[in-house]
C-alpha cells in the first residue's frame, strides 16, 4: 500500500550490509 | 466513513499495541531457535543490551518529554522491543531462505545490528504516537503542539549514540520485513533515510567516510568525490 522505493539487489542483504555475510 | 487523521492514528496506535503484545517483549521460540543454531549464543548480550537501553531510553524520554513521561517511555520501549523480535525473526526466515544459512552467529552478535534494529522499532512506535513527527515542522521537530515533539528524528540516535549510516543501513530491510506497517511510517522512515543522506551521514566521524575511503583504495574505477564540507 505504500511506494516505497527498494533498491537493493537479490546479493544484497542484511547480513551484507552489516558486514557478516 | 473516512477517517480523521486523529482517527487513524488511533487506529494505528490500536493496531501497534495489539500486533506487539501479543508477540510479547520476549523472543519467540523461533529465534530463540535461531540464538541457539549461532556459534555463539548471542542471547545474554541481547538481553543485557536491551535492559541498559531500555534505562537510558526511559530517561532520556523523560527529559525530552517531561517527568511526567517516563512511564510512556517505558511503555513505547516495551512495544519497540516486541516490534524489534518480531522484525529480527521476519529479517532472519528472509535470510535463511536467501542465503541458505542457519547460522548467523556474526550478525546476531554485533551490537550496532542489534542497537539500530531496535532504533529503528522504537522511531517506528515513536512516529505511530505522533511523537516522532515531521509534520510540526521541520529538520529539528520544531515547535510542535505536543509536548513529545522533542523527541522528534533524530533523537533516537543521539540516546543510542548510534552512526545514522548505521541506522540508514537497516531502513530499506525493515521496511520489507515488517510488510503490515503503515503507509504514513514507510513515508515516515523514507523522510528519515533522505535526511540522513542530505544531511547526517555528512556529518564529521560519520562511517560513511571509511566506507568511501575503503572503496577508493579497493581501486574503484571512478575517482571519488572529496566529500563536500
Known amino acids: ?21 | 466513513p473516512p477517517q480523521t487523521p486523529i482517527r487513524a492514528a488511533m487506529t494505528s496506535i490500536q493496531m501497534l499495541r495489539v500486533d506487539l503484545t501479543s508477540s510479547g517483549d520476549q523472543p519467540s521460540t523461533n529465534l530463540a531457535t535461531y540464538f541457539k543454531h549461532c556459534t555463539v549464543d548471542p542471547t545474554q548480550d541481547v538481553l543485557k543490551r536491551l535492559e541498559m537501553l531500555g534505562q537510558v531510553f526511559s530517561q532520556r524520554f523523560g527529559q525530552a518529554a517531561g517527568p511526567h513521561c517516563v512511564v510512556n517511555g517505558r511503555q513505547r520501549f516495551t512495544l519497540g522491543v516486541g516490534l524489534y523480535y518480531k522484525v529480527m525473526e521476519a529479517m532472519l526466515k528472509s535470510e535463511e531462505k536467501r542465503l541458505s544459512v542457519q547460522n548467523f552467529s556474526k550478525l546476531l552478535n554485533h551490537s550496532t545490528f542489534h542497537t539500530s534494529l531496535l532504533a529503528c522499532a522504537l522511531e517506528v512506535v515513536m512516529a505511530t504516537y505522533g511523537e516522532s513527527s515531521f509534520k510540526n515542522g521541520g529538520f529539528n521537530g520544531g515547535g510542535g503542539d505536543t509536548a513529545e515533539t522533542g523527541v522528534c528524528f533524530p533523537w533516537i540516535l543521539d540516546v543510542f549514540n548510534l552512526a545514522a549510516f548505521d541506522f540508514y543501513k537497516l531502513i530499506e530491510s525493515f521496511i520489507k520485513a515488517e510488510p503490515t506497517l503503515s503507509k504514513d511510517i514507510v513515508k515516515h522512515l523514507e523522510t528519515c533515510e533522505n535526511l540522513i543522506m542530505e544531511r547526517i551521514a555528512w556529518r564529521t566521524g560519520s562511517p560513511l567516510f571509511d566506507l568511501l575511503k575503503q572503496e577508493h583504495e579497493g581501486g574503484a574505477a571512478e575517482q571519488v568525490e572529496t566529500p563536500a564540507s
Request: glycine share 10%; hydrophobic share 25%.
Open chain 1, 1 to 21: 500500500s505504500h511506494d516505497y522505493h527498494f533498491g537493493l539487489e537479490e546479493h544484497e542483504g542484511i547480513s551484507e550490509l552489516f558486514d557478516c555475510d
